[in-house]
């Protein structure tokens, strides 16, 4: 069978020395256990075959044994290099060599994502001993091109890459590609959310993704049975509906096997697989650890005998391919390899300055550039000017058809422009085909480009925001809908970690053009968790570009112009006035510039810095204030990060006065951001200290409570009172 029965372990577990823990006795999975025949295993210890050998080549397993004992010897000269202060850290994989097969498995159009124990994963799909070091020495950047190698640079959170795998599988099927995506990760990944929403994704989309989890039986010092109460990791592929096998990870005749099934079942439709490779790493967890305390010698010394270098070796060796000649000169050679590596490595010229700010996104906003210029005299250094050139608007037509429209069908038209005009543009989110999405956002859109690209996904808003960074990476147009930016907390780290980085993470290789829809604020009686105002949480995070808009007619053209973008965007939606309708939006495609405000209202007297739910209110207020002779002006940012700094200083130089508004809590809020900013860059033209004007640092009241919460008009003319007085 291919798929053979999961051991249980039972009588063939055995307990730790760990007598005097009050906790239950720690239980470790033996040798015996791993050669069951519960699992694929083709090679025994000895070297024997005790099943049917794989079709692979005589030079394709000289190959595999080389990288392999390049790997043992780089790991252990690693671990030396740690040892004397000439790299910070290191992860070894020893004892886990057998996944050098891997790659010999999949095409060269197939795609790996890493986490960081595959050393020789890596090395058999042609990374030099020096990119590989280079990652542990801490140089920043991917050491490598990702798109070349078709290998992800490292990822430092547990398991989080799974759902770009699952992603990217999608994606590339859906523009009609064929590859494969396998990701690798190890048992205490399996722990994560991540990996539910990967497999669970990956069974219910049936795309060509396989998981090969490492399972050395600890999760730095944590065994797996603390880790999961299931008989195996490869049993969970039961509940996802997709294959799961159970396979000795130590034998890399058992690991291509194994591998080269499920990028076949993958690669004709029939969905993805989840490897367990049970295997044991004979090192610490890194070399920060020490000897581990957490298992015992006796383990370790059982553990021995299942080198899979040894027993590969013995295996050809038997077939006359290869001798001890050879695997002495291939250790000889990565260790001089590796002698020249580091050398090369000290005398490493690291990325300047300028570099680092660039990488950060693909069209640098001002507000960086101008970091990078302080940065660079507060340290004596030249910068030049890395501000992107700004995208020229997209003017409607002066004879353009207009229409009095909602937010919510004006979303809809830039959404459906953007649908029509990009092929591999795609639309994913819960309920967002058949329903419409649950403001009908997207109504209509399902129909008219099919259940493929209108994706009702599966309610997991980390699933959502996963997968769509590795259709990005793929090459798609992913465009999220999460129903309640209170929601979205689940999914920040794929945001934050992921989205936001993966264009300095591999210095520009990547592009990230994605685009997360929020509906956010009060103002409608919504329950908890319905009306909060997150957007601060987004605009700290590097590489991130956070739009929220107040009217239907900029909603329309940032939109537009959030499609086109090449950069991670998240863009938020105020849903009091999703139905509230603008009078003459054009119905033709235009955009709207991110990153520049608009002035709503001219005044003389004080400036309104707002954005979102809160412009209508000042915009009342100031109706109200000009009734008394006060004259204010009105500044809808539009977009957050950036946001217009050069609009609001202008204002302020005028009027001498700031109030700022927003429906988010005060503390970190962006009102502080820019009364900080203009502090710093105006504070001679102020005549009076600047008000914000916020949610209290609580919870947006629910309901009922919501009047609680509320910013009134009265409190905004108040505030602005408070400025005008002497």
Not at 277 to 299: I, K, L, Q, W
């Amino acid at each position: 069978s291919k798929k053979p029965a999961i051991a249980a372990g039972g009588s063939d577990q055995f307990t730790g020395e760990h007598a005097n823990l009050t906790e239950p006795q720690l239980k470790f999975v033996s040798p015996e256990v791993a050669e069951s025949e519960a699992m694929l295993r083709i090679l025994d210890a000895a070297g024997n075959l005790v099943g049917p050998a794989p079709s692979v080549t005589d030079r394709q397993l000289v190959d595999i044994f080389k990288i392999m004992m390049r790997t043992r010897t780089f790991n252990e000269k690693a671990l030396k290099f740690q040892r004397t202060g000439r790299i910070p850290g290191y992860y070894s994989c020893s004892g886990q060599e057998a996944h050098a097969a891997i790659p010999f498995a999949l095409e060269d159009s197939d795609w790996v994502f890493t986490a960081y124990r595959e050393q020789g994963v890596r090395f058999a799909r042609g990374i030099s001993v020096l990119e590989e070091l280079s990652v542990f020495g801490g140089k920043p950047f991917a050491a490598w091109n990702p798109r070349e190698r078709r290998v992800t640079p490292l990822n430092a959170t547990i398991g989080t890459h799974l759902p770009h795998a699952t992603g990217y599988g999608y994606a590339n099927k859906m523009m009609g590609g064929d590859e494969v995506a396998l990701a690798i990760f190890g048992d205490g990944a399996t722990s994560e959310v991540d990996f539910h929403a990967a497999l669970n994704n990956a069974g219910v989309w049936n795309t060509p993704t396989v998981f090969y989890c490492q399972n050395n039986l600890y999760s730095q010092s944590t065994p797996i049975a603390q880790q999961t109460a299931a008989r195996s990791i490869a049993i969970k592929a039961d509940a996802y509906g997709i294959e799961g096998i159970r396979i000795d990870g130590m034998d890399p005749l058992a690991v291509y096997a194994a591998v080269a099934e499920a990028v076949a079942r993958a690669r004709t439709g029939d969905g993805p697989t989840l490897i367990e490779a049970v295997c044991y790493r004979y090192e610490p967890h890194s070399s920060y650890d020490g000897a581990p305390v957490y298992r015992t010698r006796e383990e370790e010394d059982a553990w021995r005998p299942k080198d899979p270098l040894v027993r590969f070796q013995a295996y050809l060796e038997g077939k006359g391919l290869i001798n001890t000649a050879l695997a002495e000169q291939v250790a000889a050679d990565t260790k001089a390899e590796m002698d020249e590596a580091i050398d090369a490595l000290d005398a490493m010229t690291l990325p300047s300055r300028e570099a680092l700010y660039r990488s950060v996104h693909a069209a640098p906003p001002k507000r960086l550039a101008e970091q990078l210029q302080e940065a660079a005299a507060l340290s004596d250094e030249d910068a030049p000017d890395i501000t992107a050139p700004a995208p020229a608007a997209i003017e409607p037509a002066e004879d353009a058809e207009t229409r009095d429209m909602t937010m919510v069908q004006a979303i809809n038209l830039a959404l459906d422009h953007g649908m029509k005009t990009k092929d591999n543009m795609l639309i994913l989110g819960e309920d967002v085909g058949r329903e419409g999405g649950i403001f009908r956002v997207t109504e209509g859109l399902y129909e008219r480009y099919g259940p493929q690209r209108i994706l009702d996904t599966t309610l997991c808003e980390l699933g959502i925001t996963g997968s769509a960074i590795g259709m990005a990476i793929a090459g798609a147009k992913p465009v999220c809908e999460i129903e309640f930016a209170g929601f979205g907390f689940t999914a920040f780290d794929q945001a934050t970690f992921h989205a936001a980085r993966y264009h300095w993470r591999t210095d520009g290789v990547f592009k990230m053009p994605l685009l997360i829809r929020m509906p956010a604020g009060g103002n409608h009686g919504g329950l908890e968790g319905h009306s909060d105002s997150p957007e601060a949480y987004y605009a700290h995070a590097p590489g991130l570009t956070v739009i929220y808009p107040s009217n239907a007619h900029d909603a329309k053209g940032l939109m537009a112009s959030a499609i086109d973008s090449d950069e991670p965007i998240i863009f938020f939606e105020p849903i009091a006035q999703y139905y509230v309708k603008a009078k003459a939006v054009p119905v033709d495609h235009y955009t709207i510039p991110i990153g520049k405000a608009k002035t709503v209202r001219e005044g003389t007297d004080v400036t309104m810095v707002a954005y979102g739910n809160p412009v209508l209110f000042c915009m009342e207020a100031a109706d109200k204030l000009a009734a008394d002779g006060v004259s204010a002006e009105v500044i809808d940012l539009r977009t957050l990060k950036p946001w217009d700094e050069d609009a609001v200083l202008d204002s302020i130089k005028r009027t001498g006065r700031l109030v700022v508004v927003h429906e988010a809590v005060k503390s970190g809020g962006l009102g502080a951001e820019i009364v900080a900013t203009v502090s710093e860059k105006a504070c001679d033209w102020l005549e009076t200290p600047p008000v914000r004007v916020t949610h209290p640092d609580m919870v947006w009241g629910v309901s009922k409570l919501e009047t609680y919460s509320i910013i009134s008009v009265d409190v905004i003319i108040n505030a602005v009172r408070q400025t005008l007085e002497p």
